[in-house]
Structure formats: C-alpha cells, structure tokens
C-alpha cells in the first residue's frame, strides 16, 4: 500500500470548449458528466459544457435517456398533503 496515493475521476474532453477536464460519474451507466470548469483561470463564469453528459471512454454500454412523453406527464398527479 502506497501513502499519498489517491483516486482521481477519469478524464473527457469537454463538448464546448474541448478541455480535458475530470468526468464525475452519473446514475447513467456509461456517462459521465463534465466536471465543473472555467475556460480560463480567472474567469467569474463557468463555461457551459459544465455538468454536460459525455459518454466514457471506456464504456461498453450508455444508458439513453428516455423521452419525456408530454401525455403522461401531464397525467402524473402531484399528491396534495392536506
């Protein structure tokens, strides 16, 4: 065992800006979303592929998002407490 030696997120390459930047894992198996990132270093503002879901590289199945049907979900009620 090595003292000092810690895990890091795989990295991607962001879809607006193409920075390699760290991919945090999502609940969508094969994804990974980008890491939040500024496009330079002093910049007050994220840039806007931050949190964009990018496939991994490694990933040998994605898991794709369902399509929101606007029939059903106007037919989900939301439960009233009182």
Excluded: N, W
């Amino acid at each position: 065992m090595t003292l000092g030696a810690m895990a890091r997120y795989p990295r991607v390459h962001c879809p607006v800006c193409d920075d390699v930047v760290a991919g945090v894992p999502t609940r969508r198996i094969g994804m990974l979303s980008v890491h939040d990132h500024k496009r330079t270093a002093r910049a007050l503002v994220l840039c806007p592929g931050s949190m964009a879901h990018v496939p991994a590289a490694d990933a040998l199945a994605v898991q794709e998002e369902l399509p929101e049907d606007p029939v059903t979900a106007a037919a989900v009620e939301t439960p009233t407490l009182f």
